[in-house]
């Protein structure tokens, strides 16, 4: 499928790089070349002789040996691949490539690179949040390298948290999905909101509600992995950013509201984030403080912008097909229909957000979708599922546009 494609894979010394043989071997059988360096902390987990035997290549770990007369020094090393991907990336690589540091044979390979470099971080949570690793991170992203996770699970040190490398399928999609140029959505512009706003009543405190931004991500990255470029707007949310996806990170809603009249124009519009109606009129300056006297403070409500609405009938740059989402407790359809027509989008994807589904903050969602004559119940999914099934119809409603 791929024949002809090279991938130079640097593994580093996670406990995740025992992961890098079934990686190696997943991306064979799509008849990807893969090419493997391995650090010395990486040869702790995983062999050079079990990378060499699923990947039919040699192992290279030592600086020194790549000399001239095998042709493969570390400049051509870096150079002959297509892609260069980092599995498990540790906070000492990502800190060496973000500083320009090369002491060993994998650091000194991705400077010398001039290819598009992804990297898949694992490590524990606490290194993981630390503000220099998050440091590097941006400046990493800032200079085009795109991140596969981490996500969030149990570690094997006994932690949980952010921080544990992707499933090797997440990676090999992300790679498959790099060199897919010609998929349904390529040419297409996409724009996709997830999470809930916060809207501050005072420096510590802010209204906010229990979405997790799980749908609207995974929404964001098949979108990317049918060749759409995207932009995702996201309110304050523990999900890992999208391989491939631009992320604009907000807080409240008229900061998401800007954002998307930013990034238009585009070809469609996914609204999944669940913005707060209302924030408070006026925002106090300092904390608020109980006086002793058991009196509450008066907070005056004020409507948020309509988000959906105002993109739904932009004068001029009003996206080819635009999708809200109708999160209901009650009377689902009903609501979501009478939402369709008084937002004047396309489509509405309705759900049940009420405590007993557990949808909010949940893996799971059950939807309709509803259009102008039509109203399609869909079967409990996951919401990794809901995005797929979405992403494709959005495909094929594109293509009836183009016709």
Known sequence: ????????????????????????????????????????????????????????????????????????????????????????????????????????????????????????????????????????????????????????????????????????????????????????LTGKKALVTSGPTHEPIDPVRYIANRSSGKQGHAIAAELAKLGADVTLVSGPSQQPDPTSVKVIKIESARDMLAACENSLPCDIAVFAAAVADWRVDLEAEQKLKKDGTGQIPDLKLTENPDILATISQHPDKRPTLVIGFAAETEHVIEHAQAKRERKKCDWIIANDVSPATNTFGGDENTVHLIAKNQCEAWPKLTKSDVAKRLAHYIADQMKEEQA
């Open 1 to 184: 499928m791929y024949q002809k494609k090279r991938i130079l894979l640097i593994v580093t010394g996670g406990i995740a790089a025992y992961k890098t043989p079934e990686l190696v071997r997943r991306l064979r059988e799509r008849s990807i070349d893969v090419q493997c360096i391995l650090t010395k902390a990486a040869s702790e987990f995983v062999t050079p002789l079990a990378l060499s035997a699923v990947s039919s290549n040699p192992v290279y770990q030592d600086l020194f040996e790549l000399d001239e007369s095998s042709d493969m020094g570390h400049i051509q090393l870096s150079r002959n691949a297509d892609l260069v991907v980092v599995a498990p990336a540790t906070a000492d690589i990502i800190a060496k490539a973000a500083t320009g540091l090369a002491n060993d044979l994998a650091s000194t390979a991705l400077l010398a690179t001039d290819k598009p470099v992804m990297m898949s971080p694992a490590m524990n949570v606490r290194m993981w949040d630390h503000p220099a690793t998050q440091n590097n991170l941006q400046t990493l992203k800032s200079r085009g390298v795109t991140m596969i996770g981490p996500e969030e699970g149990d570690m094997a040190c006994g932690e949980h948290g952010m921080g544990r490398m992707v499933d090797p399928m997440d990676i090999v999609d992300a790679v498959t999905n790099f060199f897919d140029q010609d998929g349904p």
